[in-house]
């Protein structure tokens, strides 16, 4: 009985001991990223103090364990935008961005937009930072992160960033990486952006991994005035090797994901859910392998001219050029009531040679990733 009582009061402790720490390491390309380590962890309470943890030069394990919200913490503005799709109530308007509305939309009619500034620009996170919410707890409200300047080994597990001015095209982007290295996003829940979930600016992001993300483009406002969110995610990187694996993408309507600079994405065992545009958007220099994924109402896949290049995994005789650049035959997808997926080209394989590569599984496994993905759920 003792014993019993004992055993179970240490895998209580066991418990309580890995909510601080990560949870799991990173596959693919971001393998080996170690974040903050074994630093003792901090547990912010204040926006302020959030802000700054996540921006010393310190190595930290930053635990989130509540709502921060910025909702109105740099104030709001309000000033003139447009209206490019209308002004229905689900239709989405637009900040004048650096002068978006005059330069690209001169024909929307003129609207007053009002916003929350905190949104603009996420918060910057520097080196060797862990940042891990507990349970369903760890929510940041109204601002996004933002990884720059050569910022690299971080790991973003198990939080929920939501809610930036998502009425507004320029409201605010959830993750933005641009000139990094190492990063790993993992069980990262994604909701109510205004503009991207995920951004890898122009400048080279390196090796990035983001796996088991809930990417939710469930929303009011959208420029199909439709509840399905557009400005999903954006992979725009010089020299960006991006491992995207058992995330569960949905309700979205265009960019999940856009690619252009000269990304190599490898996209395994997602699954993209209730799409009533596109999902891919492949610009010139960008490859992308895609493996083991299961597209369900999905109603472009791949959007048509763009000029990149894409694997698809067609068939298992095809797939066996995968073997000697990713270690493994490449997976076939699969496809409910959803558009074709149809790329055949090898040329670009061997760019996986000699990197860390995440393993596939058969896209009947990707089914699940709803039920496994997003903040909460480890
Ligand atoms: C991050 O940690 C590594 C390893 O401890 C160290 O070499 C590096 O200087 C740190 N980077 C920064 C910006 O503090
Ligand atoms: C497999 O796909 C390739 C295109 O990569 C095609 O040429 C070939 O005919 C397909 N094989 C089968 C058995 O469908
Ligand atoms: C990747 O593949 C493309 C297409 O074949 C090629 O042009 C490029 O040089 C390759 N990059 C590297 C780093 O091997």
Redesign the pocket.
């Given at each position: 009985m003792k014993t019993v009582l004992i055993a179970s009061l240490f895998t209580a402790f066991l418990r309580t001991a890995a909510a601080v720490g990560v949870t799991g390491a990173a596959e693919g390309f971001a393998k080996g990223v170690t974040g903050g380590?074994s630093a003792t962890p901090v547990y912010p309470s204040t926006t302020a103090e959030l802000i700054s943890y996540l921006g010393d030069?310190?190595?930290r394990v930053i635990v989130l364990q509540k709502t921060f919200d910025f909702s109105t913490t740099e104030g709001t503005t309000t000033a003139t935008g447009c209206a490019p799709w209308g002004t229905g109530s689900a239709c989405q308007l637009a900040i004048n961005q650096n002068g978006w509305c005059d330069n690209y939309q001169a024909t929307a009619k003129k609207v007053t937009v009002k916003y929350n500034n905190a949104a603009s620009l996420g918060i910057q996170v520097?080196?060797?930072k862990s940042i891990i919410g507990v349970g369903a707890k760890g929510i940041i409200k109204g601002k996004g992160l933002r990884i720059v300047s050569g910022?690299?080994?971080i790991i973003i597990q198990n939080i929920h960033i939501t809610d930036l001015n998502p009425s507004l095209v320029w409201g605010g982007d959830g993750i933005t990486i641009n000139n990094a290295d190492l990063v790993w996003i993992d069980h990262v829940t994604t909701s109510l952006m205004g503009r991207q979930h995920i951004v890898l600016g122009t400048s080279a992001s390196n090796r990035i991994t983001i796996s088991n993300c809930d990417i939710d483009g469930t929303t009011s406002w959208s420029p199909n005035c439709d509840t399905y969110h557009y400005w999903g995610v954006y992979f725009a990187g010089s020299s960006d090797l991006v491992t995207f694996k058992n995330n569960y993408i949905h309700h979205t309507s265009g960019r999940s994901p856009k690619l252009a600079g000269n990304t190599l994405l490898h996209a395994v065992n997602n699954y993209w859910y209730e799409n009533n545009g596109h999902a891919f958007e492949i610009d010139a220099g960008a490859m992308v392998l895609a493996e083991g994924n299961v597209f369900q109402n999905v109603a472009t896949i791949v959007e048509a001219g763009g000029a990149g290049k894409l694997f698809s995994s067609p068939n298992t005789s095809a797939n066996t050029a995968c073997k000697a650049y990713l270690g493994h035959n490449c997976e076939v997808n699969g496809f409910g009531t959803s558009g074709t997926m149809s790329g055949t080209d090898t040329s670009f394989i061997k760019n996986f040679s000699g990197k860390n590569i995440a393993s596939a599984s058969t896209y009947t496994v990707a089914k699940t990733v709803k039920d496994t993905a997003g903040f909460g759920n480890i």
């Open positions: 380590g030069s310190s190595a520097k080196s060797n910022a690299s080994n």
